[in-house]
Protein backbone atom coordinates (compact mmCIF):
# COMPACT_ATOMS: atom_id res chain seq x y z
CA UNK A 1 0.00 0.00 0.00
CA UNK A 2 0.98 3.35 -1.00
CA UNK A 3 2.55 5.63 2.09
CA UNK A 4 1.00 8.61 2.19
CA UNK A 5 3.70 11.33 3.84
CA UNK A 6 2.69 14.64 2.21
CA UNK A 7 -1.08 14.00 2.02
CA UNK A 8 -2.73 15.41 5.09
CA UNK A 9 -1.18 19.29 5.32
CA UNK A 10 -1.87 22.13 7.40
CA UNK A 11 -3.98 23.97 5.00
CA UNK A 12 -5.34 23.43 1.84
CA UNK A 13 -4.88 25.72 -1.04
CA UNK A 14 -7.48 27.30 -3.48
CA UNK A 15 -8.33 25.26 -6.21
CA UNK A 16 -6.14 22.65 -4.97
CA UNK A 17 -6.55 18.92 -6.27
CA UNK A 18 -7.96 16.75 -4.14
CA UNK A 19 -5.97 14.58 -2.60
CA UNK A 20 -6.39 10.10 -3.08
CA UNK A 21 -6.49 7.66 -0.16
CA UNK A 22 -7.37 5.02 -1.89
CA UNK A 23 -5.55 2.07 0.55
CA UNK A 24 -3.62 4.67 1.77
CA UNK A 25 -1.26 4.42 4.97
CA UNK A 26 -0.75 7.66 7.14
CA UNK A 27 1.82 9.10 8.82
CA UNK A 28 0.92 12.33 10.31
CA UNK A 29 0.82 12.22 14.26
CA UNK A 30 0.07 15.53 15.04
CA UNK A 31 -3.51 15.84 17.55
CA UNK A 32 -4.51 18.59 16.18
CA UNK A 33 -7.76 17.89 13.94
CA UNK A 34 -6.88 21.52 12.04
CA UNK A 35 -3.51 20.01 10.84
CA UNK A 36 -5.58 17.71 8.52
CA UNK A 37 -7.67 20.42 6.56
CA UNK A 38 -8.10 19.32 2.94
CA UNK A 39 -10.47 17.33 0.39
CA UNK A 40 -9.74 14.17 0.46
CA UNK A 41 -10.86 10.71 -2.62
CA UNK A 42 -10.87 7.28 -2.68
CA UNK A 43 -11.73 4.60 -4.99
CA UNK A 44 -13.63 1.59 -3.56
CA UNK A 45 -15.21 -1.50 -4.57
CA UNK A 46 -18.55 -3.24 -2.81
CA UNK A 47 -16.96 -7.17 -3.20
CA UNK A 48 -20.82 -8.86 -3.19
CA UNK A 49 -22.94 -6.22 -5.86
CA UNK A 50 -19.28 -5.37 -7.52
CA UNK A 51 -20.42 -2.00 -7.91
CA UNK A 52 -17.75 0.83 -7.51
CA UNK A 53 -17.76 4.07 -5.69
CA UNK A 54 -15.46 7.52 -5.01
CA UNK A 55 -15.55 8.09 -1.27
CA UNK A 56 -15.36 12.01 -0.76
CA UNK A 57 -14.23 13.53 2.61
CA UNK A 58 -13.15 16.96 3.50
CA UNK A 59 -11.71 18.03 6.81
CA UNK A 60 -12.68 21.88 7.31
CA UNK A 61 -12.19 24.23 10.95
CA UNK A 62 -13.33 27.78 12.15
CA UNK A 63 -10.36 27.75 14.34
CA UNK A 64 -12.24 26.53 17.54
CA UNK A 65 -13.04 23.31 16.06
CA UNK A 66 -13.11 21.02 13.23
CA UNK A 67 -15.83 19.40 10.76
CA UNK A 68 -15.43 16.06 8.90
CA UNK A 69 -17.66 15.50 6.16
CA UNK A 70 -18.08 12.56 4.05
CA UNK A 71 -20.54 10.54 2.13
CA UNK A 72 -19.20 7.28 3.62
CA UNK A 73 -17.77 5.55 1.62
CA UNK A 74 -14.99 3.73 2.76
CA UNK A 75 -10.96 4.37 1.12
CA UNK A 76 -10.59 0.26 0.38
CA UNK A 77 -12.90 -2.20 -0.57
CA UNK A 78 -15.69 -3.62 1.25
CA UNK A 79 -18.38 -6.02 1.84
CA UNK A 80 -18.16 -9.90 1.61
CA UNK A 81 -18.56 -12.07 -1.04
CA UNK A 82 -22.02 -13.27 1.05
CA UNK A 83 -22.70 -9.80 1.44
CA UNK A 84 -24.57 -7.59 4.22
CA UNK A 85 -27.29 -8.10 5.83
CA UNK A 86 -28.36 -4.84 4.54
CA UNK A 87 -27.74 -3.17 1.16
CA UNK A 88 -25.11 -0.67 1.45
CA UNK A 89 -25.91 2.98 0.49
CA UNK A 90 -23.85 6.67 0.16
CA UNK A 91 -25.04 8.84 3.37
CA UNK A 92 -23.72 12.37 3.48
CA UNK A 93 -22.38 12.60 7.14
CA UNK A 94 -20.91 16.01 9.35
CA UNK A 95 -19.20 15.60 12.47
CA UNK A 96 -17.65 18.28 14.33
CA UNK A 97 -14.67 17.92 16.98
CA UNK A 98 -13.04 20.68 19.27
CA UNK A 99 -9.61 21.56 18.18
CA UNK A 100 -9.12 21.36 22.27
CA UNK A 101 -10.15 18.74 23.82
CA UNK A 102 -9.60 18.61 27.26
CA UNK A 103 -10.34 15.45 30.03
CA UNK A 104 -13.86 15.94 31.98
CA UNK A 105 -13.66 15.37 35.70
CA UNK A 106 -15.24 11.80 35.13
CA UNK A 107 -15.41 9.78 31.77
CA UNK A 108 -18.79 9.60 29.91
CA UNK A 109 -19.89 6.42 29.34
CA UNK A 110 -20.16 4.90 25.56
CA UNK A 111 -24.14 4.27 24.53
CA UNK A 112 -26.33 3.50 21.76
CA UNK A 113 -27.71 6.88 21.73
CA UNK A 114 -23.88 8.05 20.49
CA UNK A 115 -21.29 7.48 17.79
CA UNK A 116 -18.20 7.37 19.28
CA UNK A 117 -15.35 8.90 16.60
CA UNK A 118 -14.99 9.40 12.92
CA UNK A 119 -11.94 8.14 10.91
CA UNK A 120 -10.07 10.36 8.43
CA UNK A 121 -11.63 8.07 5.71
CA UNK A 122 -14.74 9.56 6.88
CA UNK A 123 -16.59 6.17 7.91
CA UNK A 124 -17.82 6.44 11.64
CA UNK A 125 -16.70 4.51 14.77
CA UNK A 126 -19.86 2.70 16.34
CA UNK A 127 -18.87 0.02 18.87
CA UNK A 128 -21.41 -0.88 20.77
CA UNK A 129 -23.54 -3.42 19.29
CA UNK A 130 -27.44 -3.29 19.94
CA UNK A 131 -27.73 -7.27 21.18
CA UNK A 132 -27.70 -8.88 23.77
CA UNK A 133 -28.05 -12.78 25.30
CA UNK A 134 -31.56 -13.14 25.73
CA UNK A 135 -33.04 -9.59 23.89
CA UNK A 136 -34.68 -11.31 20.34
CA UNK A 137 -32.65 -13.13 18.49
CA UNK A 138 -29.41 -10.96 19.71
CA UNK A 139 -28.63 -9.27 17.00
CA UNK A 140 -30.95 -6.11 17.35
CA UNK A 141 -33.45 -4.54 19.97
CA UNK A 142 -31.08 -4.50 23.06
CA UNK A 143 -31.37 -0.87 23.56
CA UNK A 144 -31.03 -0.81 27.58
CA UNK A 145 -27.31 -0.28 28.26
CA UNK A 146 -28.02 -1.76 31.72
CA UNK A 147 -29.36 -5.02 30.14
CA UNK A 148 -26.02 -7.44 31.20
CA UNK A 149 -24.05 -9.68 27.95
CA UNK A 150 -24.18 -7.44 25.43
CA UNK A 151 -22.53 -9.18 22.74
CA UNK A 152 -19.12 -7.48 21.58
CA UNK A 153 -19.19 -8.02 17.96
CA UNK A 154 -15.11 -8.32 17.49
CA UNK A 155 -15.38 -10.95 19.70
CA UNK A 156 -17.88 -13.20 18.38
CA UNK A 157 -16.45 -16.31 16.56
CA UNK A 158 -19.36 -17.01 14.28
CA UNK A 159 -19.50 -13.57 13.08
CA UNK A 160 -23.24 -13.60 13.96
CA UNK A 161 -23.21 -9.90 13.27
CA UNK A 162 -21.42 -10.06 9.27
CA UNK A 163 -18.62 -7.93 9.79
CA UNK A 164 -16.21 -7.66 6.81
CA UNK A 165 -12.32 -7.75 6.70
CA UNK A 166 -12.09 -4.29 7.92
CA UNK A 167 -14.72 -5.45 11.17
CA UNK A 168 -16.98 -3.19 9.54
CA UNK A 169 -21.06 -3.70 8.35
CA UNK A 170 -24.16 -1.60 7.06
CA UNK A 171 -26.86 -0.70 9.66
CA UNK A 172 -30.71 -0.98 8.63
CA UNK A 173 -30.22 2.35 6.37
CA UNK A 174 -27.00 0.89 4.42
CA UNK A 175 -24.35 3.11 6.71
CA UNK A 176 -21.10 1.59 6.90
CA UNK A 177 -19.64 1.65 10.26
CA UNK A 178 -16.59 0.42 11.88
CA UNK A 179 -16.57 -1.94 15.59
CA UNK A 180 -12.78 -1.75 16.01
CA UNK A 181 -10.04 -1.71 14.04
CA UNK A 182 -10.42 -0.95 10.72
CA UNK A 183 -7.56 -2.73 9.33
CA UNK A 184 -6.63 0.00 7.47
CA UNK A 185 -5.08 3.57 7.69
CA UNK A 186 -1.93 2.61 9.32
CA UNK A 187 0.36 -0.76 8.75
CA UNK A 188 -0.27 -2.97 11.20
CA UNK A 189 2.11 -5.55 9.26
CA UNK A 190 5.48 -4.03 8.68
CA UNK A 191 5.56 -0.53 11.04
CA UNK A 192 8.62 1.41 10.94
CA UNK A 193 7.37 3.84 13.04
CA UNK A 194 4.77 4.79 16.20
CA UNK A 195 1.25 4.50 14.31
CA UNK A 196 -0.11 7.89 13.06
CA UNK A 197 -3.59 9.67 13.42
CA UNK A 198 -6.35 7.74 11.67
CA UNK A 199 -9.17 9.99 13.23
CA UNK A 200 -10.75 11.80 16.19
CA UNK A 201 -12.72 11.06 18.75
CA UNK A 202 -16.42 12.70 19.07
CA UNK A 203 -14.78 14.27 22.37
CA UNK A 204 -12.07 15.80 20.05
CA UNK A 205 -9.12 13.36 21.47
CA UNK A 206 -7.12 12.30 18.10
CA UNK A 207 -7.11 8.22 17.69
CA UNK A 208 -3.82 6.85 17.00
CA UNK A 209 -3.08 3.39 15.19
CA UNK A 210 -1.67 0.32 17.29
CA UNK A 211 2.10 0.62 17.88
CA UNK A 212 3.84 2.86 20.06
CA UNK A 213 7.61 3.46 20.38
CA UNK A 214 8.62 2.18 24.23
CA UNK A 215 11.72 3.73 24.36
CA UNK A 216 12.89 3.36 20.72
CA UNK A 217 11.11 -0.22 20.13
CA UNK A 218 7.93 -0.02 17.90
CA UNK A 219 5.62 -2.69 19.56
CA UNK A 220 1.95 -2.83 20.06
CA UNK A 221 -0.23 -0.84 22.90
CA UNK A 222 -1.36 -2.98 25.05
CA UNK A 223 -4.70 -2.89 26.72
CA UNK A 224 -5.62 -2.52 30.20
CA UNK A 225 -8.98 -4.89 30.10
CA UNK A 226 -8.80 -8.61 30.82
CA UNK A 227 -11.20 -11.83 30.48
CA UNK A 228 -12.50 -12.28 33.78
CA UNK A 229 -11.56 -15.93 35.42
CA UNK A 230 -14.47 -18.77 35.93
CA UNK A 231 -17.39 -19.44 34.02
CA UNK A 232 -20.35 -17.13 33.69
CA UNK A 233 -23.92 -17.54 35.90
CA UNK A 234 -26.29 -19.85 33.11
CA UNK A 235 -29.59 -20.39 33.55
CA UNK A 236 -32.04 -17.18 34.10
CA UNK A 237 -29.23 -15.24 35.38
CA UNK A 238 -26.28 -15.74 32.27
CA UNK A 239 -25.66 -17.59 29.22
CA UNK A 240 -23.14 -19.87 30.97
CA UNK A 241 -19.77 -20.89 29.39
CA UNK A 242 -16.44 -19.98 30.09
CA UNK A 243 -15.50 -15.40 30.06
CA UNK A 244 -13.97 -15.82 26.62
CA UNK A 245 -14.67 -12.18 25.45
CA UNK A 246 -18.38 -13.15 23.52
CA UNK A 247 -19.97 -10.38 25.67
CA UNK A 248 -18.90 -7.02 27.02
CA UNK A 249 -19.56 -8.62 30.21
CA UNK A 250 -16.59 -10.95 29.97
CA UNK A 251 -13.96 -8.14 30.31
CA UNK A 252 -12.68 -6.03 33.21
CA UNK A 253 -10.18 -3.17 34.05
CA UNK A 254 -7.49 -3.68 36.19
CA UNK A 255 -5.82 -0.48 36.18
CA UNK A 256 -2.02 -0.64 35.34
CA UNK A 257 -2.01 -4.09 33.33
CA UNK A 258 -1.35 -2.82 30.20
CA UNK A 259 -0.48 0.85 28.57
CA UNK A 260 -3.70 2.39 28.15
CA UNK A 261 -6.40 3.61 30.68
CA UNK A 262 -9.90 2.96 31.04
CA UNK A 263 -11.03 4.73 27.95
CA UNK A 264 -8.03 2.88 26.08
CA UNK A 265 -5.91 6.09 26.18
CA UNK A 266 -2.83 7.27 26.76
CA UNK A 267 -0.06 9.99 26.31
CA UNK A 268 2.48 10.18 23.63
CA UNK A 269 4.72 12.59 22.71
CA UNK A 270 2.76 14.96 25.54
CA UNK A 271 -0.31 13.81 23.33
CA UNK A 272 -3.25 12.07 25.02
CA UNK A 273 -5.22 10.00 22.42
CA UNK A 274 -6.77 6.44 22.10
CA UNK A 275 -5.27 3.85 20.43
CA UNK A 276 -6.24 0.69 18.40
CA UNK A 277 -6.04 -2.64 20.43
CA UNK A 278 -6.21 -6.16 19.82
CA UNK A 279 -8.86 -7.02 21.86
CA UNK A 280 -11.45 -5.75 23.69
CA UNK A 281 -12.25 -2.42 24.21
CA UNK A 282 -10.53 -2.31 20.84
CA UNK A 283 -10.25 1.45 20.13
CA UNK A 284 -12.22 3.12 22.88
CA UNK A 285 -14.11 1.95 26.08
CA UNK A 286 -15.41 5.39 27.29
CA UNK A 287 -14.86 9.07 26.32
CA UNK A 288 -12.25 10.74 28.26
CA UNK A 289 -13.57 14.54 27.30
CA UNK A 290 -16.94 15.47 26.32
CA UNK A 291 -18.34 14.42 23.00
CA UNK A 292 -19.70 16.47 20.84
CA UNK A 293 -23.56 16.80 20.00
CA UNK A 294 -22.67 16.12 16.42
CA UNK A 295 -22.03 12.71 17.25
CA UNK A 296 -25.78 12.25 18.41
CA UNK A 297 -27.34 9.59 16.85
CA UNK A 298 -30.48 10.54 15.17
CA UNK A 299 -34.16 9.22 17.26
CA UNK A 300 -35.84 7.12 14.99
Known sequence: MP????????????????????????????????????????????LFTKAQYDAAVKVTTDGQTCTIASNAVPNHDFNTDGGFFHGFAKHEQAYTVTAAPTAAQAPTPLSLGMDNAVFLNGVKLDLVAAGCYGVDDGLFGCFDMSTP?????????????????????????GLYHYHGNPMALFDQVNPQAASPVIGFAADGFPIFGSFISDNGTIRAATTSY?????????????????????????????????????????????????VVTETYPHVMGCFTGTPDPSFQKPRS
Open 3 to 46: SVAAVFVSVMAPQAKAHDITDAFLTERSANCADFVAEYTAFATE
Open 149 to 173: YRFDPMEVESNMFGADAHNAHTQPD
Open 226 to 274: RLKAGTRPDGDDGPGGNYDGTYVDDWEFVEGLGDLDQCNGMVQDGVYGY
